[in-house]
Protein backbone atom coordinates (compact mmCIF):
# COMPACT_ATOMS: atom_id res chain seq x y z
CA UNK A 1 0.00 0.00 0.00
CA UNK A 2 1.52 3.30 -0.90
CA UNK A 3 -0.17 6.61 0.32
CA UNK A 4 0.88 9.85 -1.35
CA UNK A 5 0.73 12.89 0.61
CA UNK A 6 0.24 16.20 -0.77
CA UNK A 7 0.92 19.40 1.11
CA UNK A 8 2.28 23.34 -0.27
CA UNK A 9 -0.85 24.30 -1.57
CA UNK A 10 -2.43 27.75 -0.65
CA UNK A 11 -3.33 31.34 -2.11
CA UNK A 12 -1.30 33.36 -4.19
CA UNK A 13 -1.86 36.26 -6.28
CA UNK A 14 -1.98 35.63 -10.48
CA UNK A 15 2.25 36.07 -11.43
CA UNK A 16 3.10 34.37 -8.36
CA UNK A 17 5.01 30.84 -7.44
CA UNK A 18 3.56 28.11 -5.55
CA UNK A 19 5.67 24.76 -4.82
CA UNK A 20 4.22 21.26 -4.53
CA UNK A 21 5.28 18.50 -2.75
CA UNK A 22 4.04 14.67 -2.83
CA UNK A 23 5.57 12.50 -0.42
CA UNK A 24 4.60 8.90 -0.97
CA UNK A 25 4.60 6.85 2.07
CA UNK A 26 4.34 3.18 2.89
CA UNK A 27 5.46 0.46 1.10
CA UNK A 28 7.78 1.38 -2.44
CA UNK A 29 8.85 0.45 -5.67
CA UNK A 30 11.68 1.83 -7.55
CA UNK A 31 9.86 1.54 -10.42
CA UNK A 32 6.85 3.99 -10.47
CA UNK A 33 5.53 6.89 -12.51
CA UNK A 34 4.06 9.98 -10.79
CA UNK A 35 1.75 12.45 -11.71
CA UNK A 36 0.05 15.65 -10.83
CA UNK A 37 -3.72 16.17 -11.56
CA UNK A 38 -6.11 18.51 -10.66
CA UNK A 39 -9.92 19.26 -10.47
CA UNK A 40 -11.32 22.97 -10.44
CA UNK A 41 -15.35 23.03 -9.30
CA UNK A 42 -17.55 21.95 -11.65
CA UNK A 43 -14.79 20.35 -13.93
CA UNK A 44 -13.59 16.82 -14.71
CA UNK A 45 -10.16 16.33 -13.16
CA UNK A 46 -7.35 16.67 -15.87
CA UNK A 47 -3.69 15.68 -16.30
CA UNK A 48 -1.12 18.63 -15.01
CA UNK A 49 2.23 16.77 -15.15
CA UNK A 50 4.18 13.38 -14.66
CA UNK A 51 7.25 12.09 -14.53
CA UNK A 52 8.41 8.59 -15.02
CA UNK A 53 10.86 6.56 -12.76
CA UNK A 54 13.92 6.97 -14.33
CA UNK A 55 13.34 10.94 -14.40
CA UNK A 56 14.56 11.13 -18.35
CA UNK A 57 10.69 11.26 -19.29
CA UNK A 58 8.16 13.95 -18.16
CA UNK A 59 4.81 15.06 -19.63
CA UNK A 60 3.50 17.99 -19.37
CA UNK A 61 -0.40 19.78 -20.18
CA UNK A 62 -0.84 22.26 -22.62
CA UNK A 63 -1.81 25.51 -20.71
CA UNK A 64 1.14 24.49 -18.05
CA UNK A 65 4.29 24.03 -20.14
CA UNK A 66 6.54 26.58 -19.71
CA UNK A 67 5.40 27.81 -16.42
CA UNK A 68 5.05 24.29 -14.50
CA UNK A 69 8.03 21.99 -13.29
CA UNK A 70 7.78 18.73 -12.20
CA UNK A 71 10.72 17.00 -10.71
CA UNK A 72 11.31 13.57 -7.71
CA UNK A 73 14.01 13.21 -5.41
CA UNK A 74 13.47 9.01 -5.67
CA UNK A 75 15.81 8.87 -2.28
CA UNK A 76 13.04 11.07 -0.50
CA UNK A 77 9.92 8.86 -2.00
CA UNK A 78 8.99 12.95 -3.26
CA UNK A 79 7.91 14.33 -6.09
CA UNK A 80 7.66 18.30 -6.60
CA UNK A 81 5.66 20.57 -9.05
CA UNK A 82 7.05 24.13 -9.06
CA UNK A 83 4.02 26.31 -10.39
CA UNK A 84 5.45 29.83 -11.55
CA UNK A 85 3.66 32.58 -12.99
CA UNK A 86 0.51 31.44 -11.98
CA UNK A 87 -3.06 32.12 -13.19
CA UNK A 88 -6.46 32.14 -11.53
CA UNK A 89 -7.44 29.52 -14.13
CA UNK A 90 -4.95 27.10 -12.32
CA UNK A 91 -7.26 27.26 -9.28
CA UNK A 92 -7.72 24.24 -8.25
CA UNK A 93 -7.62 20.99 -6.12
CA UNK A 94 -4.09 19.54 -7.29
CA UNK A 95 -3.80 15.64 -6.84
CA UNK A 96 -0.87 13.63 -6.83
CA UNK A 97 -0.67 9.93 -8.14
CA UNK A 98 1.32 6.82 -8.01
CA UNK A 99 1.82 4.31 -10.83
CA UNK A 100 3.30 1.00 -10.61
CA UNK A 101 4.91 0.39 -14.18
CA UNK A 102 7.95 -0.30 -15.89
CA UNK A 103 7.00 1.53 -18.93
CA UNK A 104 9.01 4.66 -19.32
CA UNK A 105 6.37 6.41 -20.44
CA UNK A 106 3.64 8.81 -18.52
CA UNK A 107 0.29 8.26 -18.82
CA UNK A 108 -2.08 10.77 -18.82
CA UNK A 109 -4.80 8.52 -18.06
CA UNK A 110 -6.11 9.09 -14.47
CA UNK A 111 -7.74 5.73 -14.73
CA UNK A 112 -4.27 4.04 -14.91
CA UNK A 113 -2.64 5.85 -11.57
CA UNK A 114 -2.84 3.02 -8.40
CA UNK A 115 -2.77 5.26 -5.54
CA UNK A 116 -3.75 8.86 -5.07
CA UNK A 117 -3.52 11.54 -2.30
CA UNK A 118 -6.21 13.68 -1.35
CA UNK A 119 -5.19 17.03 -2.61
CA UNK A 120 -4.17 20.26 -1.85
CA UNK A 121 -6.08 23.85 -3.09
CA UNK A 122 -4.41 25.71 -5.09
CA UNK A 123 -6.12 29.04 -5.16
CA UNK A 124 -5.13 32.06 -7.69
CA UNK A 125 -6.49 35.53 -7.30
CA UNK A 126 -7.07 38.18 -10.21
Known amino acids: QVQPVESGGGLVQAGGSLRLSCAAS????????MGWFRQAPGKEREFVAG????????NYEDSVKGRFTISRDNAKNTVYLQMNNLKPEDTAVYYC???????????????????WGQGTQVTVSS
Open 97 to 115: AVRFTFSGAVSVVAGQYNY
Open 26 to 33: GRTFSRYS
Open 51 to 58: ISWTDSNT
